[in-house]
């Protein structure tokens, strides 16, 4: 897990930190004593979380380097989808790859809600089938076809 911050608001603005400072970092005015309710910190978990971690949900990174200190915003995402193990399939054009590291700083959002143990007994295999068919094959990555 990365670690959170902490948002306030202070002289007008709002203001991420990750830790409550004493002073504003911004005007220097003593954050602490003048906050009003509105004003108080709030703590903001990380988005960013160890696809590995995740089970079956849908995951992203950049597709070279992390996202944490490498990421300029304009570079190529990568997705992937995990298993209830949290190996992660994906696809490039290489074909179908399944991966137990190399997923490691991503944003997650999971598919099968935690009540759903059915199919969550079920989704390995219906991952396993689906990345098998014959449209993920390497020299379909950029033509489509």
């Given at each position: 897990m990365y670690d959170s911050l902490v948002k306030f608001s202070h002289c007008g603005q709002d203001i991420y930190c990750q830790s409550v400072p004493q002073q504003c970092p911004v005007c220097g005015g003593a954050a602490v004593s003048s906050w009003r309710l509105e004003e108080a910190p709030v703590t903001i978990p990380s988005p960013i979380v160890n696809g590995h971690t995740q089970r079956c949900s849908f995951v992203l990174k950049p597709t070279r380097g992390h996202f944490l200190g490498e990421y300029d915003g304009s570079a190529d995402l990568h997705v992937g989808i995990s298993s209830?193990?949290?190996?992660?399939?994906?696809?490039?054009?290489?074909?179908?790859?399944?991966?137990?590291?190399?997923?490691e700083q991503t944003v997650s959002v999971p598919l099968v809600p935690a009540h759903h143990y059915s199919l969550l007994h079920q989704w390995d295999s219906y991952l396993e089938e689906f990345s098998a068919a014959d449209h993920w094959h390497p020299h379909r990555y950029l033509s489509g076809k």
């Open positions: 209830s193990t949290g190996m992660v399939y994906h696809y490039n054009e290489s074909g179908t790859h399944k991966d137990s590291v190399g997923w």
